[in-house]
């Protein structure tokens, strides 16, 4: 189960709506599975269907992280459309399995819903999120 904690869990929801009609996407780190930082990063796809982490941006996240002694948790993105579940795009493109993918849904932005999962060799296996 990974602990989410209604802070970081209204701070994907806010991040999603604030990019909205376009993808979000962002790095959670932390010690031991618990989260420390959120860091919200830019789509370079500026896109309602797509996400790409800066690449110079996730280099400097990921340096500030390995510094710091955390490790990367987990890497979400949203659907501003869809229900929070792994597109073919995005199990193609997961190429962190020891991250969980999160998953913000605007399907219904007044309920948005958010969901994670383990990716790896393109099998998707659902995690309980805990608040």
């Known amino acids: 189960m990974f602990h989410l904690g209604k802070r970081y869990a ?3 929801v806010s991040h999603a709506k604030a990019e909205a009609p376009n993808e979000c996407c962002g790095i959670l ?9 959120l860091y919200r990063a ?14 110079r941006e996730l ?14 948790l987990g890497i979400y993105h ?9 597109s073919a795009t995005d199990i193609e493109l997961a190429l962190w399995p020891e991250a969980l993918y999160l998953i913000v849904s605007l399907k219904n932005p007044e309920e948005a819903t958010i969901r ?15 608040g």
């Open 29 to 37: 780190a932390g010690v031991e599975g618990r989260i420390t930082k």
């Open 116 to 130: 994670a999962f383990r990716i790896a060799a393109g099998q998707v296996e659902e995690m309980a999120i805990s």
């Open 59 to 72: 280099f400097r996240i990921v340096k500030e992280i390995e510094a710091k002694g955390w490790e990367l």
């Open 42 to 55: 830019r789509n370079t796809e500026n896109s309602p269907l797509r996400y790409n982490l800066d690449p």
């Open 10 to 12: 209204d701070e994907l």
């Open 78 to 86: 949203s659907h501003t459309h869809t229900e929070a579940y792994p």
